[in-house]
T-cell receptor, first 110, second 111 residues
Framework: DAGVTQSPTHLIKTRGQQVTLRCSPISGHKSVSWYQQVLGQGPQFIFQYYEKEERGRGNFPDRFSARQFPNYSSELNVNALLLGDSALYLC?????????FGEGSRLTVL | QKEVEQNSGPLSVPEGAIASLNCTYSDRVSQSFFWYRQYSGKSPELIMSIYSNGDKEDGRFTAQLNKASQYVSLLIRDSQPSDSATYLCAVPSGGSYIPTFGRGTSLIVHP
């Protein structure tokens, strides 16, 4: 079975640009979560979706948005990028509270 | 803000020793507790989950939970250099399916 897949794996943007990250969960998983991880820190929660409904939102500005599609895949959008948005963005699908992470999308903002 | 605290380390142990990793959490009603392993440059990988007080063993790994003390630990027996990684503790707040992660403890197992 395929695990969680994320795209793109690496990307470079400049300040003020917008970025869209994509995630496909493990087959049968209906919940997708997004986390941001900067070097030396644990993952910080951004969003969780379940059955296309937002179930939770972390302490991130409105520049961050997400959605989940009928096939349970998900997109994370970040507008007006700042240097501080440079990080590893992790998507996880979950079953019974256990998270299964994709390989992440490493975003560099210049 | 519910918190999960871990010593960032690094914790250095010789090959073959027992590595002990600790985590405290602030939400008294949390019911599930998870340990993830993250190799440098990779994403976190679930290695243990524990829901009841006491010990849970899986191979060389043992998770220990004490809800009264709000403390969860991970023991790694017969540590190997391949165990060198950052270990993340994750705890959902009571009633939530959304885990809060600690900052992780870096473990170095030297030959």
């Amino acid at each position: 079975d395929a695990g969680v897949t994320q795209s793109p794996t690496h990307l470079i943007k400049t300040r003020g640009q917008q970025v869209t990250l994509r995630c496909s969960p493990i087959s049968g998983h209906k919940s997708v979560s997004w986390y941001q991880q900067v070097l030396g820190q644990g993952p910080q929660f951004i969003f969780q979706y379940y059955e296309k409904e937002e179930r939770g939102r972390g302490n991130f500005p409105d520049r961050f948005s997400a959605r989940q599609f009928p096939n349970y895949s998900s997109e994370l959008n970040v507008n007006a990028l700042l240097l501080g948005d440079s990080a590893l963005y992790l998507c996880a699908s979950s079953f019974d509270g256990e998270l299964f992470f994709g390989e992440g999308s490493r975003l560099t903002v210049l | 803000q519910k918190e999960v605290e871990q010593n960032s380390g690094p914790l250095s142990v010789p090959e073959g020793a027992i590595a002990s990793l600790n985590c405290t959490y602030s939400d008294r009603v949390s019911q599930s507790f998870f340990w993830y392993r993250q190799y440098s440059g990779k994403s976190p990988e679930l290695i243990m989950s524990i829901y009841s007080n006491g010990d849970k063993e899986d191979g060389r790994f043992t998770a220990q939970l004490n809800k009264a003390s709000q403390y969860v630990s991970l023991l790694i027996r017969d540590s190997q250099p391949s165990d060198s990684a950052t270990y993340l503790c994750a705890v959902p707040s009571g009633g939530s399916y959304i885990p809060t992660f600690g900052r992780g403890t870096s473990l170095i197992v030297h030959p």
